[in-house]
């Protein structure tokens, strides 16, 4: 049992080096595993594309008053702010 912070790098580690009885059961958690890390790599990518074009001059206006609505300024992010 994992008994430590729940997804961080350790906790990744972690997960990869467990091991079951049944083989099946393993291919279904590696498949899992592999789709969640296939998902963190796809946000990744994504938020640094967005990052990219939160910047542009275009959008620093909407980017900026979208980032001061209390609910959004976290996926935006302060550095995003014109």
Request: proline share 4%; aromatic share 10%; hydrophobic share 45%.
């Amino acid at each position: 049992m994992y008994d430590r912070k729940a997804w961080t790098q350790t906790h990744g580690w972690w997960l990869s080096a467990q091991s079951f009885e049944h083989v099946n059961t393993e291919l279904a958690f590696i498949d899992n595993l592999a789709a969640g890390d296939g998902l963190v790599a796809r946000k990744q990518a994504l938020d640094q594309r967005l990052s990219h074009v939160a910047r542009e001059p275009e959008f620093c206006p909407l980017v900026s008053r979208a980032a001061s609505v209390p609910w959004t300024g976290h996926a935006l992010g302060a550095d995003y702010r014109a």
